[in-house]
Every structure is written in structure tokens, then in C-alpha cells.
């Protein structure tokens, strides 16, 4: 266990819909990244905040946000959902930005239908 | 932006023998090269990693090189088991305030008993 946690863990709903997925970084942990990962695909990167603040942004579709609350729960929000984007979503976690160890959640598993 | 190459995208190797696997990256202001293991239907989870300062790192059976000049790093696996059987990210983070993280596209390795 990563000590980072990820609600929900399986996720199904219909195109077009909005679904929110939440995450908790670990204890002390100021980072949170967001990764998309399709199936037998690499990791895809989409975005990192740090301490409340967006820091970076990869390969995130303007149908996608993301926030870090002053608790540090981070959620990443999927509008307008496609089929395309069934995906495992996974969230990280380190202490600062950088040349830090990430700590990865147990992902949550989307399927649009 | 940055770019990661990983080769070879599979790997068969008996038990007992090793494995490398190669990335290379295009930003030579990248820093910091994590490896991360991902068996299936789990989390990604961090093998080994180099900050651009150091040449060389070892870990047990693990040992990551980096060469900044020719800006490619590899991952070497000594006596190979059944239980090192994954997918293996290999990834680049950039320095200073903007720190996108790139992954390589992973290698599958089969280690056959």
C-alpha cells in the first residue's frame, strides 16, 4: 500500500456525461500528479499541482480539469465523455515537485459506454 | 516538449540471465530518471531512479546507467526470476518550475523459468 488512495475504483457511465475522480495524496505529501493509461498503453502525464497550485500540464484535453484543495485531495474532473477516454486513471503522489519518488494510487478504471 | 524512446518494447530472457532495457530522452534539461515496475492490473511502482549528477546506481540485481551527453539511460536486471516478469516506464522530469514528466512506452519482459 502506497498510502495514496483513489476513489472511486471502478467508474462506468455514458458518453456525453461528467464524472469527478478524487485523490488523496500521502500523508506530507505536497505533489499530486495525474496519469491516463489506455489499455496495453503506456503512461500518459496529464497534469501536476503542487501545494494547491498547478504546476505542469502534459497531455491533458480541454474536456479535463483538475484542482488541489488547501487539504491536498486532489480531484480531476472528465467532461463530455468519449469513448476514448476508457482508461485506467492513475494518481501520484511525492513530497515536493521534481526529483522526488512518485507514489502511485490504485488508479480508478473508466468505462464509457 | 520532451520525448522518450524505450527500447525494446518486449523481452524474453531465460531465469538467470540478465536484461536491459534502453531509453533516451531529448531535454537536456531532464534531471531526474525514474524506473518503475508495473505488474498486471496494479500500480506502477518505482524500481530504481538516477539524478542527472550521478553516472551510475545499483540496487541488488538493479543497476540504472545514465550518459547526460548522449542523453540516453538503460536499466540493467542481473539473474533474472520469474517474479521480475512486467512492464517495465522508464521516465524523464524536467528541472526549474515547470516539471513535466515524460514515460517511455514500456517493455514488456518475460523472464521464462
Known amino acids: 500500500d502506497s498510502g495514496v488512495t483513489q476513489t472511486p475504483k471502478h467508474l462506468i457511465t455514458a458518453t456525453g456525461q461528467r464524472v469527478t475522480l478524487r485523490c488523496s495524496p500521502r500523508s506530507g505529501d505536497l505533489s499530486v500528479y495525474w496519469y491516463q493509461q489506455s489499455l496495453d498503453q503506456g503512461l500518459q502525464f496529464l497534469i501536476q499541482y503542487y501545494n494547491g497550485e498547478e504546476r505542469a500540464k502534459g497531455n491533458i484535453l480541454e474536456r479535463f480539469s483538475a484542482q488541489q484543495f488547501p487539504d491536498l485531495h486532489s480531484e480531476l474532473n472528465l467532461s463530455s465523455l468519449e469513448l476514448g477516454d476508457s482508461a485506467l486513471y492513475f494518481c501520484a503522489s511525492s513530497l515536493r515537485q521534481g526529483a522526488y519518488e512518485q507514489y502511485f494510487g490504485p488508479g480508478t478504471r473508466l468505462t464509457v459506454t | 516538449g520532451e520525448n522518450v524512446e524505450q527500447h525494446p518494447s518486449t523481452l524474453s530472457v531465460q531465469e538467470g540471465d540478465s536484461a536491459v532495457i534502453k531509453c533516451t530522452y531529448s531535454d537536456s534539461a531532464s534531471n531526474y530518471f525514474p524506473w518503475y515496475k508495473q505488474e498486471l492490473g496494479k500500480r506502477p511502482q518505482l524500481i530504481i531512479d538516477?539524478?542527472?549528477?550521478?553516472g551510475e546506481k545499483k540496487d541488488q540485481r538493479i543497476a540504472v546507467t545514465l550518459n547526460k551527453t548522449a542523453k540516453h539511460f538503460s536499466l540493467h536486471i542481473t539473474e533474472t526470476q520469474p517474479e521480475d516478469s512486467a512492464v517495465y516506464f522508464c521516465a524523464a522530469v524536467g528541472s526549474g518550475g515547470y516539471q513535466k514528466v515524460t514515460f517511455g512506452t514500456g517493455t514488456k519482459l518475460q523472464v521464462i523459468p
Open positions: 538516477i539524478r542527472s549528477n550521478v
